[in-house]
C-alpha cells in the first residue's frame, strides 16, 4: 500500500519557504523571521486538501557555492528533503527576480527526476502582478504566482499539489518518501500507539547528535556552532512494534539570555513540545554535568506529566571513570533534586554509539511505565498495608480515616484517596503514600499524582 507522499518546499534563503509552509499547514509550526538562515533543519507537518493527506517539508535555504560548515549541511538536508520527496515546490521571489542562485537550483532540480511544481511568491498584487512570467527563464514549466504572507492564491496552489501527486508517478524501486527507518512518508502514526518523545536540554549539549545516532541518518543539522537547531522537529522512527516520534527541540536557555526573537519562539516552542511530549530525553553534558537549568528544564517536564530520562551524553570522553562515578554523582544529584530519586539515568555516547541502542528500550519502557494501570482491588489492598504501618497525623477533634483508594488515571498515573477529613491530611503524609505506591509499582521515569477527596456522604452533609 503506497504511503502517504510527501511535498518538499526549496529554494534560496528568505524567498519565503516557512511562511508558504505556515500558510499551507495551517498554524505557525515554523518560525518565520525577516533575517535569511532561520530554517536549518527539514521541518516536517502533516497537511490534508480535498481529501489528499500528504507531509510538507520546510527547508533551509540553499546558497550554492558556499563551501561553510553551515551551508554545506543544510545542503545535504536539503537534497535530503528532495530526494525522499514526490513533489518538490521549488520557491523564487518576485520582488527579487531571477536570482544567479536561482538558476543553480533549477540545473539542480532538473537532474532530481522529481515533480517541480515553480512558484513565485510574494506577488501581492495578484491578478494584476506579472512579475512570475520572467521565471520562465528557469525552464520548469509555468510559474505558479503566490503571495504566501496574505494567501493569495494558496488555495490554488493546494490543488495543483493535489493534482500532481495524484497524478505523479512514482519509481517502482523507491518507497515513497524515502522508505529510510523514520521516514515521515509513511503514515502519520495513530493516536493509540505513537510515543512523543522530547529531545530537551541545553545548547550544544548533543541533542541532534543523539537523534541522528538513534535514527541511523544525518536527519538533523549537526554543526559546531551552537544553536543550529532553531525549531522543534518531528520524526518518526518505528521500534520493535512502537512507533516513537522524536521532537529535536531547540537548547533551552535561561529567559534571562534570550534577548532574540529567534531564541525566545525557539525557547517557546520547545516548552510546547515538552507539553505535548509522553517522555522528555533531557541530554546533558557528561563534562560539564548537570547545571541548575538541567534541574529547571527536568522539573517542567515533570510538572506537565512528561516521563523523564536522563541521558548523560559525551561518556566516551570521561577519561578516568572509577567504578561508582557514576553512582556518586546521581546520588548527589538526587539529594539536590528528591523527584530525581524516580527517573532513569542513561551514560552514552551520542558521537560512538556507546549504549545510544539502549535508549530506545528504556522510552518504551518508562512510556508504558506512565501508561500502567493498577486494579482497584491491588490499590486498596497496598493502601491498608501502608496505613497500618503508619497511621496518618490524627488532629484534635474528629479522626482522621483513609476509607479507599482507586487509580482514576494514566498518562501520567493519577490516584485519589478518599478520606473523611481530606483536608487534614499533611503533606508529609501525601508523600508517604505516594512512595509506597512507588514502592509496590515503580512507575519508572513518570510523575505520579494523589488527589485527596471527601467521601460523598459526608460532602452532603
Same mark, same amino acid.
Given at each position: 500500500?503506497?504511503?502517504?507522499?510527501?511535498?518538499? %518546499?526549496?529554494?534560496?534563503?528568505?524567498?519565503?519557504?516557512?511562511?508558504?509552509?505556515?500558510?499551507? %499547514?495551517?498554524?505557525?509550526?515554523?518560525?518565520?523571521?525577516?533575517?535569511?538562515? *532561520?530554517?536549518?533543519?527539514?521541518?516536517?507537518?502533516?497537511?490534508?486538501?480535498?481529501?489528499?493527506?500528504?507531509?510538507?517539508?520546510?527547508?533551509?535555504?540553499?546558497?550554492?557555492?558556499?563551501?561553510?560548515?553551515?551551508?554545506?549541511?543544510?545542503?545535504?538536508?536539503?537534497?535530503?528533503?528532495?530526494?525522499?520527496?514526490?513533489?518538490?515546490?521549488?520557491?523564487?521571489?518576485?520582488?527579487?527576480?531571477?536570482?544567479?542562485?536561482?538558476?543553480?537550483?533549477?540545473?539542480?532540480?532538473?537532474?532530481?527526476?522529481?515533480?517541480?511544481?515553480?512558484?513565485?511568491?510574494?506577488?501581492?498584487?495578484?491578478?494584476?502582478?506579472?512579475?512570475?512570467?520572467?521565471?520562465?527563464?528557469?525552464?520548469?514549466?509555468?510559474?505558479?504566482?503566490?503571495?504566501?504572507?496574505?494567501?493569495?492564491?494558496?488555495?490554488?496552489?493546494?490543488?495543483?499539489?493535489?493534482?500532481?501527486?495524484?497524478?505523479?508517478?512514482?519509481?517502482?524501486?523507491?518507497?515513497?518518501?524515502?522508505?529510510?527507518?523514520?521516514?515521515?512518508?509513511?503514515?502519520?502514526?495513530?493516536?493509540?500507539?505513537?510515543?512523543?518523545?522530547?529531545?530537551?536540554?541545553?545548547?550544544?549539549?548533543?541533542?541532534?547528535?543523539?537523534?541522528?545516532?538513534?535514527?541511523?541518518?544525518?536527519?538533523?543539522?549537526?554543526?559546531?556552532? =551552537?544553536?543550529?537547531?532553531?525549531?522543534? *522537529?518531528?520524526?518518526?522512527?518505528?521500534?520493535?512494534?512502537?512507533?516513537?516520534?522524536? *521532537?529535536?527541540?531547540?537548547?533551552?536557555?535561561?529567559?534571562?539570555?534570550?534577548?532574540?526573537?529567534?531564541?525566545?519562539?525557539?525557547?517557546?516552542?520547545?516548552?510546547?513540545?515538552?507539553?505535548?511530549?509522553?517522555?522528555?530525553?533531557?541530554?546533558?553534558?557528561?563534562?560539564?554535568?548537570?547545571?541548575?537549568?538541567?534541574?529547571? *528544564?527536568?522539573?517542567?517536564?515533570?510538572?506537565?506529566?512528561?516521563?523523564?530520562?536522563?541521558?548523560?551524553?559525551?561518556?566516551?570522553?570521561?577519561?578516568?571513570?572509577?567504578?561508582?562515578?557514576?553512582?556518586?554523582?546521581?546520588?548527589?544529584?538526587?539529594?539536590?533534586?528528591?523527584?530525581?530519586?524516580?527517573?532513569?539515568?542513561?551514560?552514552?555516547?551520542?558521537?560512538?554509539?556507546?549504549?545510544?541502542?539502549?535508549?530506545?528500550?528504556?522510552?518504551?519502557?518508562?512510556?508504558?511505565?506512565?501508561?500502567?494501570?493498577?486494579?482497584?482491588?491491588?490499590?486498596?489492598?497496598?493502601?491498608?498495608?501502608?496505613?497500618?504501618?503508619?497511621? =496518618?497525623?490524627?488532629?484534635?477533634?474528629?479522626?482522621?480515616?483513609?476509607?479507599?483508594?482507586?487509580?482514576?488515571?494514566?498518562? =501520567?498515573?493519577?490516584?485519589?484517596?478518599?478520606?473523611?477529613?481530606?483536608?487534614?491530611?499533611?503533606?508529609?503524609?501525601?508523600?508517604?503514600?505516594?512512595?509506597?505506591?512507588?514502592?509496590?509499582?515503580?512507575?519508572?521515569?513518570? =510523575?505520579?499524582?494523589?488527589?485527596?477527596?471527601?467521601?460523598?456522604?459526608?460532602?452532603?452533609?
Amino acid at each position: 500500500m503506497r504511503g502517504t507522499p510527501t511535498v518538499a %518546499i526549496i529554494g534560496r534563503p528568505n524567498v519565503g519557504k516557512s511562511t508558504l509552509f505556515n500558510r499551507l %499547514i495551517g498554524g505557525r509550526d515554523a518560525i518565520v523571521d525577516a533575517r535569511p538562515g *532561520i530554517t536549518r533543519d527539514r521541518h516536517f507537518g502533516a497537511a490534508e486538501w480535498n481529501g489528499q493527506r500528504f507531509w510538507l517539508v520546510d527547508t533551509g535555504g540553499m546558497v550554492p557555492g558556499a563551501h561553510d560548515q553551515l551551508n554545506r549541511a543544510i545542503r545535504t538536508q536539503v537534497e535530503a528533503a528532495v530526494a525522499m520527496s514526490d513533489v518538490v515546490l521549488f520557491l523564487v521571489d518576485v520582488e527579487a527576480g531571477v536570482h544567479p542562485a536561482d538558476q543553480e537550483i533549477a540545473q539542480y532540480l532538473r537532474t532530481a527526476r522529481r515533480p517541480v511544481i515553480l512558484v513565485a511568491n510574494k506577488a501581492d498584487q495578484l491578478p494584476k502582478d506579472t512579475r512570475h512570467l520572467a521565471f520562465y527563464e528557469l525552464g520548469l514549466g509555468d510559474p505558479f504566482p503566490v503571495s504566501a504572507a496574505v494567501g493569495k492564491s494558496s488555495g490554488d496552489l493546494l490543488d495543483r499539489v493535489v493534482e500532481v501527486l495524484r497524478g505523479s508517478v512514482i519509481d517502482p524501486g523507491r518507497e515513497p518518501g524515502g522508505g529510510g527507518r523514520a521516514d515521515p512518508g509513511r503514515e502519520p502514526p495513530g493516536d493509540g500507539g505513537a510515543v512523543q518523545v522530547a529531545v530537551v536540554g541545553r545548547p550544544n549539549v548533543g541533542k541532534s547528535s543523539l537523534v541522528n545516532r538513534l535514527l541511523g541518518e544525518e536527519r538533523l543539522v549537526v554543526a559546531d556552532e =551552537p544553536g543550529t537547531t532553531r525549531d522543534a *522537529i518531528d520524526t518518526p522512527l518505528s521500534y520493535e512494534g512502537h512507533t516513537l516520534v522524536f *521532537i529535536d527541540t531547540a537548547g533551552l536557555r535561561k529567559r534571562s539570555k534570550v534577548d532574540d526573537d529567534i531564541e525566545f519562539y525557539s525557547t517557546l516552542r520547545t516548552a510546547r513540545a515538552m507539553e505535548r511530549a509522553d517522555v522528555c530525553v533531557l541530554v546533558v553534558d557528561a563534562l560539564d554535568g548537570m547545571h541548575v537549568q538541567d534541574l529547571k *528544564i527536568a522539573n517542567d517536564a515533570w510538572e506537565r506529566g512528561a516521563a523523564i530520562i536522563v541521558a548523560v551524553n559525551k561518556w566516551d570522553l570521561i577519561e578516568e571513570k572509577e567504578t561508582n562515578t557514576a553512582v556518586r554523582g546521581e546520588r548527589e544529584l538526587k539529594d539536590r533534586a528528591p523527584f530525581l530519586e524516580f527517573i532513569p539515568f542513561l551514560y552514552l555516547s551520542a558521537k560512538t554509539g556507546q549504549r545510544v541502542p539502549k535508549l530506545l528500550a528504556l522510552i518504551v519502557e518508562v512510556a508504558r511505565e506512565r501508561d500502567k494501570r493498577v486494579p482497584t482491588a491491588e490499590v486498596n489492598r497496598v493502601l491498608e498495608t501502608l496505613v497500618d504501618r503508619q497511621q =496518618p497525623p490524627q488532629p484534635v477533634g474528629e479522626s482522621v480515616r483513609l476509607l479507599y483508594a482507586t487509580q482514576i488515571g494514566t498518562a =501520567p498515573p493519577r490516584f485519589a484517596v478518599v478520606s473523611n477529613r481530606p483536608e487534614a491530611i499533611p503533606e508529609s503524609y501525601s508523600r508517604y503514600l505516594v512512595n509506597g505506591f512507588r514502592e509496590a509499582w515503580r512507575f519508572t521515569g513518570s =510523575p505520579l499524582n494523589l488527589k485527596f477527596r471527601r467521601r460523598r456522604e459526608a460532602a452532603r452533609r
